[in-house]
């Protein structure tokens, strides 16, 4: 017995070696070696912390009750649950569990910190839930480009803004060109913002031109024999780019490294632009402007990071409301809820951020029914939030999703999909692959992450999915990696004070 405790010991040791090197995954595996010779509440709280790094919420709540439940004393099992909670915005749940920690040591640090940050959002929601008014109101239509000034200071390109009629009948337009989008960028990179009006601006017009896409965007290179909307024959590559989180000079990278958007380039972005990195708001206004300045050869997706309740916690929300103010951010999140769900490429590859659903029964033709206008927030179940939230997994079948929301998909779900709606392959994104990429599921699936060295700490590369033809005319697939490029001394999150992960 003693023996086995010894052995167990030095493989916690060696998670915990792992753990502070950045390498989560492999700090599980030892934990879980560990576990399995004598379970103990300080492997299973430990291999909890891994499991947060990893930000497999639901995976690190099942481990810290399982040390909570081999010693109900253990109070960094109660922590390490109330972040769990916290993250997947289960704020009741985490207040009890910090509760349970200040009660018995009331001037921890960490836990008094976690426990303000939760009575401050749970204060905030009820404030706006007081002062909310109807969600299918747009506060974009109630902006009045009159009456918003430009700044004295700004020294940029000029950017034409024209406004016809009210109301529901009004129509905005701005006249992107290629010197603004320079000079916006260059602003950026010099630590600069954007006017309020030129802010407001893109974001109202490029809502009107997601609101006029569909929930399934529908394009393929140009083959005389597909149903969707052909692209130009000048396209040569369409590149498929996965989360980037607000890490704006890696998406600069992007570009500067497999090429511009233009006539012969089309780029998806597959969700997940904002939030974690410290540049969300300059990779929204880019992202925003390249559709504007090229509405079809650039299209996004939303991701589960485009919604009010991840930008309130991952820094999104405070970002926007130091640099240009709550309304904004109010502006982003209308715009947010006109993004297109998914993309069918060549009807042969669909584009979703998180995966396929619940129900053997749902088809392509349930996305392309979803109803984003009027304006709303995607539900808590259903077809939008498997489409932006749910996983693959290894063995067959569905299980619960080890983030603590959604699902988890394996092989044999993968296949039946994509032979009923006659698919090649799912691409996706919403998880880190140290690789940049990871081909699963027999090939039938693709994750791909676009942003290089995660948070500043994962250490993984980033990826894209270039799509072109062959001689014959068929799709073919390539992949190409990246690593991170360097950017100013600021840390992720760094307008927040969400700091419990």
């Known amino acids: 017995m003693t023996d086995l405790k010894s ?68 109070l960094k099992a109660y922590y390490r649950r109330a972040v769990a909670t916290f993250a997947i915005l289960d704020y009741s749940k985490a207040k009890l569990d910090v509760k349970m920690v200040l009660s018995k040591v009331p001037n921890d640090p960490n836990s008094k910190k976690l426990a303000a940050e939760i009575d401050q959002i749970i204060k905030r929601i009820a404030f706006e839930k007081a002062i909310a008014v109807d969600e299918k109101e747009s506060v974009i239509q109630e902006l009045d480009f009159n009456a918003i000034q430009l700044e004295n200071d700004y020294d940029g390109a000029p950017l034409e803004i024209e406004v016809t009629g009210k109301g529901q009948d009004r129509n905005l337009s701005v006249n992107i060109t290629q010197e ?92 997940d632009f904002v939030d974690r990195g410290s540049w969300s708001c300059e990779v929204a206004f880019l992202l925003f402007t390249l559709k504007l300045l090229y509405p079809k050869f650039f299209y996004l997706n939303r991701g589960n990071h485009e919604t009010n309740s991840m930008n309130k916690v991952y820094g999104f929300e405070d970002e926007c409301k130091y640099k240009y103010g709550e309304r904004l951010f109010t502006c982003f999140s209308e715009a947010f809820n006109s993004l297109p769900y998914a993309t069918l490429i060549g009807q042969e590859y669909l584009v979703m951020h998180g995966g396929l659903f619940s129900d053997d029964k749902k088809t392509l033709q349930d996305i392309r029914n979803i109803k984003r206008v009027p304006n709303r927030q995607p539900p808590n179940e259903g077809v939008e939030m498997e489409l932006i939230w749910t996983d693959p997994q290894v063995m067959p079948g569905r299980s619960p999703s080890k983030r603590g929301v959604g699902i988890q998909f394996g092989p044999d779900i993968t296949y039946r999909f994509c032979r009923s709606n006659n698919l090649k392959a799912i691409i996706r994104s919403h998880e880190v692959r140290m690789g940049g990429y990871e081909e699963e599921h027999d090939g039938k699936l693709i994750t791909v992450f676009s942003a290089p060295n995660y948070c500043d700490t994962q250490g993984n590369l980033g990826a894209v999915v270039n799509l072109t033809l062959d001689e014959k005319k068929e799709y073919k697939i390539d992949f190409k990696t990246f690593k991170e490029v360097p950017h100013p001394d600021i840390k992720p999150m760094a307008y927040t004070n969400s700091g419990g992960f």
């Open 7 to 74: 052995k167990a010991d030095a493989l916690k040791d060696k998670g915990n070696q792992e753990l502070k090197q950045n390498h989560f995954e492999k700090a599980v595996e030892f934990y879980t070696e560990a576990i399995s010779l004598k379970p103990n509440p300080i492997y299973y709280s430990n291999r909890a912390q891994a499991q947060i790094k990893l930000e497999n919420y639901g995976l690190a709540i099942a481990d810290a009750t399982s040390a909570i439940e081999l010693d109900s004393s253990y």
């Open 180 to 271: 603004y989008l320079k000079q916006m960028i260059q602003r950026f990179k010099n630590g600069k913002k954007l006017p309020k009006k030129h802010a407001f601006a893109i974001v109202a017009a490029a809502d009107e031109v997601f609101k006029n896409e569909h929930s399934l965007v529908e394009f393929g290179f140009d083959r005389n024999n597909s149903q969707e909307e052909a692209l130009p024959d000048t396209v040569k590559t369409i590149t498929i780019c996965g989360d980037t989180h607000g890490q704006f000079y890696d998406v600069l990278n992007i570009f500067e490294s497999f090429g511009n958007v233009g006539p012969d380039h089309v780029y998806l972005f597959n969700g």
